[in-house]
């Protein structure tokens, strides 16, 4: 599943403000959302990625989207950041 891409990703951008920032300044390969999150809170990111043209990734629990991040909480929001 998608968990050990995030596993294995040298620099992340964790929660929702952060991932928007990213996306925004152009810095993200791609975007993990959680289906399980509040749908208000990640329709931004959604709107925001289709119009930058970042691929999205849904994952089903942000319990396990945060763990695969390396935090004890959940995150609704995760992204890849390019390498340089």
Not at 17 to 44: C, F, H, N, P
């Amino acid at each position: 599943m998608s968990y050990e891409k995030v596993e294995r990703a040298k620099e992340l951008t964790i929660g929702i403000k952060q991932t928007i920032k990213a996306v925004e300044s152009g810095q993200v390969e791609e975007v993990y959302l959680s289906e399980d999150a509040d749908k208000r809170l990640i329709q931004k990111v959604q709107l925001l990625c289709k119009e930058k043209g970042v691929p999205v990734i849904y994952v089903d629990s942000m319990r396990r989207l945060g763990k695969a991040c390396g935090i004890e909480v959940g995150a609704a929001a995760a992204a890849i950041k390019k390498t340089v």
